[in-house]
């Protein structure tokens, strides 16, 4: 079997078999396949796209291209969550804390940003100390003694889609179903989890743009999920605008701060909740839905989400001190804030333009090589539906460059559009 036949044949619309996504698989995980080769093959499926049957095998072979952890022997049922990227999507470090305050032993598989969308490693990196390269063993002791674990790839679990997440994240692959289906997919077999909620986002800061488009991706990677014995469910959520206000790693680590202690923005906190009481009903610690919302609520109220918080930054090494005061988080240079230009409602604030202004101001990665800057970002005022008068504050742009702050004040003010009409605020959930 040859690599460049591989590639022509999907270059030609033709379907792969098994043995063909298996060889390129494990070839491209054990390096035989170069980037080059891989940056190829992901433009040709991006553009011609996989059948269910080849999705599914692709997801297959990169969940088996390193361990594949059963917990069985350290929790009875563990839960895990994924979104599908976005701007602003921080819930994470939110859901995370809460779900397991439940008593639900939550073991997640993160990753780093791509594309225009933020990464929860990158995010929590911005912890002093807080280690994401977790061995296999590590990850188990974790989830038996706090109930709770995130790493990133170096666990050893399906290397092959850390790889070629960091290769999609510069080559213009990312928004292809079959390769976020499987990027999401293999890592939450690999991961070991029994019980799936995934996150897919649409709209404007979305890999999927329309409903219809979020609709099959969840639709398959539920598909995916039973096929592979996880229970899985899939919501559908707006990202037409980013979530919360935060744009950026350290930034949204401090408004995910401000969440755990009851505070931070409404969309976010709702989003939140939600999330964790579909979890608590899927891993059976609540008997309906507004059982859970309470029990969610309730864990922040009473300050045991937090102080689960604390726990994991201690646990995977991090400096507690600068989650409890985080003003001692590090901070950009340049702090300018940018007023509204006229007055009316807001009728569009688009989360892709806000999400690449934020990569560009050194929030995310150009190249495979390029270290993220942990400070900069953005602050979004306001939603869609909101009324604002000239002069108000629009966003606040976190900057370590002069020219990349008046570039992030062009960029980020054209994202914004105004009307002169009331303009409904956008639904936090479809599905
Ligand atoms: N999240 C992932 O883990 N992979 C993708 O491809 C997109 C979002």
Redesign the pocket.
Known sequence: MRTIDIITKKREKNELSKEEIDFFVDGFTTGEIPDYQASSWAMAVLLNGMTARETTDLTLAIARSGDTLDLSDVVDLAIDK????GVGDKTTLVVLPVVAACGLPVGKM??RG?GF?G?TLDKLESIPGFRVDLSTEEFKKQLHNHGMVLSGQSVNLAPA?GKL?AL?DVTGT?P?MP??????MS?KIAAGAQAIVLDVKLGLGA?MPTLEDARELGARMVAIGKLAGRTTVALLSDMNQPLGNAVGNALEVIEAIDALHGGGPADFWEHCIHVSAEMLVLGKKASSYEEARTMSEETIADGRAWEKFRELVTAQGGDVSYVDDPTKMTKASLIETVNAPRSGSLSQVHARLIGEAAVALGAGRATKADLVDHAVGLIIHHKVGDFLNEGEPLFTIHANNAKQLEKARVDVLKAHLFSDEDVQALPLFYD
């Open positions: 994924h979104s599908s990227g993160s990753g791509l969308s990464g889609d997440y999609r990312v292809s390769l976020i289906a499987s990027s999401i890592k890999f």
